[in-house]
Structures are given as structure tokens and as C-alpha cells.
């Protein structure tokens, strides 16, 4: 049966992509085969054809189901009968048994982001739609978050260094359904959309039975013209008081921070702690609250939040880096790359010939070689074997340790290990005299955060930053609740 809604339109979707500048180079489209990402797939593949625009499509395995590897198999059936390149990228590894769809999602952005990186690829883009977004308003209103989760999902955020686009966030999931249809398109149905164990099955549920999607996503328009004003604010806060290093920390001027409202302060200490900590959301208000009022006043000894230690300096500075503590040990071989610890991207060269290592940190934090090499922290141990022949620092800001950086610091960096030898610690100017180790501080997050970006016609869905004194205020005067985290990322 053909659906009552209309399909979307190619001149439609030109304007959606062209209200995004999502036309920059080549693109990526994830596509899981359901209706959503199948329509988005036949769309921006019609879009790249017409502009001359490289697309490459692909699919995340995430082995949670018998059927995933052969649906994947399909999607590739699909595009390659379209002509289009396609890659399916497998989630390996102990899955956890619970917060399952938070670590799917998480895993599938990582995969996704790390091809596009190595593929030279710079912008996502994702079937997210606008029964997503009212999803997404009940279930964050279900948990009690504030004006910043209710504003949904951005219609464009950065991630493991790649744009990530949702042109599609304007439009009902009715109208991609029939955008399959007047296109003739199969498309594949997950199981688990049905399963009401999940929070979103359920909040799917009540707008199903009350049809009021359209309603509920613009509600979130409000609050997320006051989350843009809030997180440009935020940015020029950061732009003006932090700087970062290539070691992973940042150096945060701690009166200019203390000059910002609360809200804005404590904004900015989370995305500082999300970047140094590789984390994807912040802490909870009431602890980002917290230590804003302790910085503010002019921290006088180290403390430590969301796996990241705040240190005070004596120039009136706080440094901001990953707490050494609880960092894995990694076995690594020629030609392999990966993200250690959520925060380095690290590499040994094809042909190295210190093949069969391991990645880990400089010291006793260790658990012991895995295997003739490993990737793991520098920590105490490693530190003094390589103190005295570490000239200098590769630094944008500091001096050489131990006097301008915290010991600390130096522990959470990633080394290469011979068994219980350091081989190599590029970020300290230590190359390995054998093979080319690298190592660069890569967290998922961006310091500075793209202002939320909001659909502002449920007609024609424009995408744009809004600037509303009045409304900020008013938003911002929403009392969160004390179980609400601070929301890093749309």
C-alpha cells in the first residue's frame, strides 16, 4: 500500500543539505537499512550524483542480533546495485550487558568517525528524524534533564573529528516511509525498534498512541535557540581562557572563568573535562556547579572529577588532565591503529620492526606486559626511565616537567613498552628508534562546541543559530534536576 504522506523531493533535500553546508568534499551516509537511512541513502546519493560530490555509504555490524552481519550483507546488495562504494564496519570485542543501545550507538559513531577520518572524509551524515527528536525529548524528560537535554539532538555536531549532519531532523518518519515507497526502495525492520525493555520502544509507544510527534519536536526549538546562545557563549569562554596540549591537558585561566555566570562557567568546565577525559557526556550539574564555585574562588589544592584531576597553579591558572589511574595496557603489531583510552590515536607503521608490542601507560598502573610490546601510560616507573633523556616538549603551553608540567600529567601519557621498557613517547619527543609510533591527543569532543544547531520550520526544516536574549534567560531560569548530567553532545 502506497503511504498517504508525500515522499520527500529531491529540490526538498537539496535545500535541507544546502541549509547545513554539508557540500565540503567527499561524504559519508550511514545507512542501517531501515526506512529511515535507506530514504536518507537514495536521497543524498541522488544529491551527490547531481553536485558532483563523492558519497560513500556505510554500515555498522554491531553483532548484537543473529541476523545483523547478514542485514549488513544486504545494505551492501543494495548500494553496490546503486553503484555506490560501501563498507560495513564490524563492533568487536565483550559487549556490556547493560546500557546496551548508549554503547551501540557510542561504538557506532566511533567506527564510523574513525573511517572517515582515515578516508579523508569530513561530514556524516545520519537518518535521525523528527520522531526521533520527540523520542528524545520524552525519554530526557523522563529522566529529569534540563533546558540543554530538552533541546534534543543538534542538527549538526562534531565528533571523533568528523561533522555529523541530520538533515532529516524536520521530517516525520511517515514521509521517509513513503519516500521508500515512491522510490521502490526495500528497506529492513529491527526487531529490537519493538522491544519495550529499551526506553525509546517506549517513548516510541506514547507518541504513537497520542500522535502528537510533530508537537513535541517543536518544543525542543525553544529550548535549543537557548542552548545555541548558551554554547556560543561557552565557546567564546573557552576561546579566550584555555589553551590545550598535544600531552592531552588544558590550562585554564581561572579568573576570566570565575567572571562568567555560573551557568556558562560550569558549561565550559565540562567540555574541558569531556576533552581531557575522552568522555562523551559531563558530569552531573550539581558536581559541574561544584567546582565552578571552587575555581571561581581560586582553587587552592588538586581535586578530581569525571576521571580527570583539576590542578591549581601559582600564576593563577588551573591545569586540567586525565586522572592516571585505571588506563589500559594494549597489545599492538606493525601496521596497527587505534584510539587508546578514548583520547590518543595511536599507530605503529606498516614494516615497523618492533612488531608484537603493546601500548600502555608509563608506569605501575601497568598490569603487566601482554605481550612482547604494548601501548599503555607512561606512569612513575616509565617516567624515570626517560626523564633525563627528554629534552623538551612538544607544548603549546608550559615548560619542560618536572617544574612547569605536573609529574601527573607525564603518567597519563601513551608510551610504547617493551615488555617493562619504554621504546617510544612521541608526545614527549621520545621517537622509537625502530619503527614510526605516533600518538595524537584525538578525543571524540571538540574543546570549543559547534553552537546547536535548530529546526525552525516543520514545513521546510532551516537550520540555523538564533540569538534570543530573552528566551536564554527564561530557559535558563529551568531548574534541572539534580539527577540531570550536563549534556556535552547533541
Known sequence: MIHPDPAVTSGEFDRLI???GAADGPIAVAVSGGADSMALARLAIDWAKRHHVQVTTLTVD???????????SQVAVWMADLGIAHTVLTWTGAKPHTGIQAAARDARYALMGGWCRDNG????LVGHHQDDQAETYLMRLDRGSGANGLAGMSATTDR???RITRPLLGVPKS???????????AWIEDPSNRDPRYARTRARATLAADNDGAAIA???????????????????LLTATAKESPLGFVRLDWRGLGAASQDVGAGALSRVLCRVSGAIHGPRTASLQALHR????????TRSLHRCLVIPQADGHVLMCREPRNLPTVPITAGDKFVWDRRFAVALEPGSKVDGMTVGPLGPYRVGPLGPYTVGPLGPVGWSQIRD??????????????????????????ALFHQDRVVSAPNLGLPAEQGGFTAQFSPPLPLVPRPFAVVSSKETPIFRETKSATELETLRNAEPSAQSGSFANG
Open 18 to 20: 544546502d541549509g547545513l
Open 175 to 185: 514521509r521517509l516511509v513513503a519516500t521508500c515507497q515512491a522510490l521502490d526502495q
Open 294 to 301: 571552587a575555581v571561581a574562588r581560586g582553587l587552592t589544592a
Open 160 to 162: 571523533h573529528g568528523v
Open 218 to 236: 517543536n518544543l525542543t526549538q525553544s529550548y535549543g535557540r537557548a542552548r545555541a546562545n548558551r554554547e556560543r557563549e561557552i565557546g567564546d
Open 121 to 124: 572524509v569530513g561530514t556524516l
Open 62 to 72: 554491531h553483532g548484537l542480533r543473529p541476523k545483523s552481519a547478514a542485514e549488513a
Open 389 to 414: 633523556r627528554v629534552t623538551a616538549l612538544p607544548l603549546t603551553v608550559g615548560t619542560r616537567p618536572p617544574t612547569g608540567v605536573p609529574t601527573q600529567i607525564c603518567y597519563g601519557i601513551p
